[in-house]
């Protein structure tokens, strides 16, 4: 569910087709993301799922599984 989530709002940010989308899709390499598109889609994951990132954790994010399996962790959180 997280993963589907997540290739939504990928989808949406870089119009791509969501089936382009693996868990091995790097978010800069693959999707062409430059820093105000991570800050942009952070702040989408922020809102869908009800979390905070802070910027020292978005660094560490590169791939569509760091971001769901980052996900889970804030979920998990609560």
Do not use: C, W
């Not at 589907?4 to 709002?9: A, D, N, P, S």
């Amino acid at each position: 569910m997280i993963l589907e989530k997540v290739k939504k709002i990928l989808s949406s940010h870089f119009s791509v087709d969501e089936t382009s989308i693996t868990p091995e899709t790097n978010i800069a390499e693959d999707l062409g993301a430059d820093s105000l598109d991570v800050i942009d889609l952070l702040m989408s994951v922020e809102e869908e799922f009800k979390i905070e990132v802070p910027d020292e954790d978005a660094e560490k994010v590169k791939t569509v599984s760091q971001m769901v399996e980052y996900i889970k962790e804030r979920l998990g959180d609560r």
